[in-house]
Structure formats: structure tokens, C-alpha cells
């Protein structure tokens, strides 16, 4: 006679999923979808190779705290989908700092961050307050010596129109936004509503980038990609021909709904309710555990 006891438990996952949270021990009646469960060969004690795609150069903080929360676990590739280059307003930027009134620089990346610094010795002796997105955009920021008067409670454009606050009775409070070419109109639409005058540059472009045939060999290894922008997910599709059977672990729930949009299945798309790096370590670790129970 045989006994057999099966025990249950149950976790509370801390990342967004669209449908369901996908748990931290093997349930197969939510599992991931059957094409992704079939190309992870990886068994529990293998380590699960995850692709972190920002451009070259700017994944140093996101592979320090993978490295210390995960350790062991994973394996981490290179495999950079953006590349950014000058946008068409770039060189109205210096002059429009020196030239005009300003209440705020409005900053919503750290790539914006580099393209502010390299126009901010015009008024760097009389600087003009600057808002930040998130901290990353803050910590960039403040590397190159550029104060932050104001970051709001959520790292997303939403929050940051809403609590930016007014600094003018009478007159409209007045913001330079040098944004990337390919930015949605959230920011300047939404400070629009409230009365501010916005002045958006397209000061930079996010494109794709190229792989060469060792990153697209990487990237097939591939089980996890960490995306950091919709841009990033369109990078990764448009190299590796379409390929969305990866777990996409997102920064924030703009990329994710990316992935939706471009065919990731809903159980196979993870991302934090407050974005940043904490949040997206959070989500790198949750897509890792999904795919260590489907291989127990």
C-alpha cells in the first residue's frame, strides 16, 4: 500500500499579472503557456539564462542588483535592443536653456539625463529647477552635478503631471521637456490640462539596434529579457524575428502592455506596480521561480 500526501500551500506574488498571479511553487493548473513550458529544458539546478537589453554601456545597475539578488540562479547576457542618437531639436537645446524663462526642465529618463548634461554648462551657473521621473533619472541626474528640485511619488509620466506643482499665480508655469522623438504625449498633455506652458524638444530618438551573430545567439539561449522601455520590446522583436516565447520581465506596466499588444501571452508578462529597479528585480525573480516550478 502506498500513501501518498500532498501537501498545498499558497503565495501571494508581489509583480502584476493580467489574469492571475503566477505562484512560486509548481501549480499546474496555471501554468505557463504550453510553446514557452516546451523550449525550458533547464532543469531546477541549471542556471536560467536572462537577457537584460538596454543600449550598450547602460545595464551596470540593473547586473549589480541582479547579481545580488540572484546570484547562482541565473546567467546574464548582453544582448542590447536600443541604441539612441541625436533627435531633431538637439541643437535648439542649449540656446533654448540660455534664452527663455523657465520654471522646470522636465527629465523622464537617464539617457534625457545625458542629452540635458551635454547642453547644462549654458545655464550650469544659473541652473533652471529640474523635475525627474524616478530615482534612476534622479541618480543620473545628480552624477553629472544637475540638482533635482522635484520627483513624484510613481515613476511614470501620470504622476509626475499631476503633482508636479504650479509655481506661478498669474502666469503659466512654464516647462522645457526634452524628450525623446518617440515619447508618447502623456507629460505635456496632461501638464497642459492643468495650465502649464510645456515646450517639448525631441532631443534624442531611440532606435533599434543591430545584433551581431553573437548576440542573436545569446539572445536565443535566452529564457527571461528584462525590458526597460516599449522601445527595448520592439528592439528585441524586430532582431529576433518576433521571438516572444522569453518570460518578458518589465520595469513598468507601459512595457508590459507592449508585450501584450505585441503577443506575449498574459501569463508570461511580469511587472511591478511601482516601477524601478527594485520592483523590476522583484519581477526578474518571480519569472525565474515560474520557470524553475514548470521544470520540478
Request: proline share 5%; aromatic share 6%; charged share 25%.
Amino acid at each position: 500500500m502506498w500513501l501518498v500526501v500532498v501537501l498545498v500551500g499558497i503565495v501571494t506574488s508581489t509583480s502584476n499579472a493580467y489574469e492571475f498571479s503566477l505562484p512560486r511553487i509548481p501549480r499546474r493548473s496555471k501554468s505557463l503557456s504550453p510553446r514557452l513550458a516546451m523550449t525550458s529544458t533547464s532543469s531546477a539546478e541549471d542556471s536560467i539564462a536572462v537577457a537584460v537589453t538596454r543600449e550598450d554601456g547602460n545595464n551596470k545597475k540593473l547586473l549589480k542588483a541582479l547579481e545580488s539578488r540572484l546570484a547562482g540562479r541565473i546567467s546574464v547576457l548582453e544582448v542590447p535592443c536600443i541604441a539612441h542618437a541625436d533627435g531633431e531639436d538637439y541643437a535648439l537645446l542649449a540656446e533654448k536653456l540660455r534664452s527663455e524663462r523657465w520654471d522646470y526642465v522636465a527629465v523622464t529618463s537617464p539617457q534625457a539625463a545625458i542629452i540635458l548634461n551635454s547642453a547644462w554648462d549654458s545655464v550650469r551657473d544659473d541652473p533652471i529647477p529640474v523635475t525627474a521621473v524616478g530615482k534612476a533619472t534622479s541618480e543620473a541626474l545628480e552624477e553629472y552635478g544637475i540638482a533635482v528640485s522635484f520627483c513624484p511619488s510613481k515613476a511614470i509620466a501620470t504622476t509626475l503631471m499631476l503633482e508636479l506643482p504650479a509655481t506661478r499665480v498669474t502666469d503659466a508655469t512654464r516647462v522645457l521637456y526634452p524628450a525623446s522623438a518617440k515619447a508618447r504625449t502623456t507629460l505635456e498633455n496632461g501638464l497642459r490640462e492643468r495650465g502649464f506652458e510645456v515646450v517639448r524638444l525631441n532631443a534624442y530618438d531611440t532606435v533599434s539596434a543591430h545584433w551581431t551573430h553573437i548576440q542573436r545567439t545569446n539572445a536565443e539561449k535566452c529564457q527571461v529579457a528584462c525590458f526597460g522601455s516599449p522601445s527595448a520590446v520592439d528592439g528585441w522583436l524586430r532582431n529576433s524575428n518576433n521571438n516572444t516565447t522569453v518570460l518578458a520581465a518589465c520595469i513598468g506596466k507601459t512595457s508590459a502592455d507592449v508585450c501584450r499588444d505585441r503577443g506575449w501571452p498574459k501569463e508570461c508578462i511580469f511587472f511591478p506596480d511601482k516601477p524601478g529597479i527594485e520592483g523590476w528585480i522583484n519581477v526578474v525573480e518571480e519569472a525565474v521561480d515560474a520557470l524553475v516550478s514548470e521544470t520540478v
